[in-house]
Structure formats: C-alpha cells, structure tokens
C-alpha cells in the first residue's frame, strides 16, 4: 500500500486545516487506518484510528472533541478533519494503515504496516 498525505500548512490558533491521505496498491478497505504525528523534539504518537469501514474511530485524549477522523472507501481516501488547532498540534502528520479486514478494536502503533511521508502542519499562536 503507498499513501500520500497532504493538507497540512500554516494555520494561526484556533483556526482549522483538513488533512487527506490517499491510499492505491491494496484494498482500501481492507485496511484500519490511522494518523499521528511527530512534533519537533518529540517522538511519535497516536492521534486517531479508524476502523475499515468507519464504524468505529479512536482519539488521543489532546485531540479528543478537536479532531475528526474519517475515510471514504469508495475514494481510498482518509481525512484527519482538525478544528480549534492549538499551538501545540504542530507537528508533522503521518497517515498509515494496518491490515485488518475484520477488527473493530484499537491497533497498536507497531502493527501499522504502511506509512506515508508526512504532511506538516504548524500552528502560530
């Protein structure tokens, strides 16, 4: 599976950005997606999760209420919907996927197999 990100940018706080990752190579479907995010300093870590067909959606409690994360199968495309952006959201966003035809449950960040290159976004204050 290969995934482009892009969307990110420069935004001033409070303000909203929606980020789309397109995924080809595989059966979209087939795949929980996820995002997350690597601010400068700081390791990488999960912001939200969707399941294969958007039943069901996992936050990061920093991004829980702000954020929100959906997929169009018929697209193979993800989104990361980000509203009331917070200087502290910046970072560099990475969308990937993680085989997982049949689950419904939270995947760990090392069962993700497919990472695409990073979008980023930056929030001034």
């Known amino acids: 599976v290969q995934l482009q990100a892009s969307g990110g940018g420069l935004v001033q706080a409070g303000g909203s950005l929606r980020l789309s990752c397109v995924a080809s190579?595989?059966?979209?479907?087939?795949?929980?997606m996820g995002w997350f995010r690597r601010a400068p300093g700081k390791e990488r870590e999960f912001v939200a999760q969707?399941?294969?067909?958007?039943?069901?959606?996992w936050y990061a409690d920093s991004v829980e209420g702000r954020f929100t994360i959906s997929r169009d199968n018929a697209k193979n495309t993800l989104y990361l919907q980000m509203n009331s952006l917070e200087p502290e959201d910046t970072a560099v966003y990475y969308c990937?996927?993680?085989?997982?035809?049949?689950?419904?449950?939270?995947?760990?960040?090392?069962?993700?197999?497919?990472w695409g290159q990073g979008t980023l976004v930056t929030v001034s204050s």
């Open positions: 990937a996927a993680s085989y997982d035809p049949l689950g419904g449950k939270l995947r760990p960040e090392s069962e993700y197999n497919y």
């Open positions: 190579g595989d059966t979209f479907r087939s795949y929980a």
């Open positions: 969707i399941n294969w067909n958007g039943v069901r959606t």
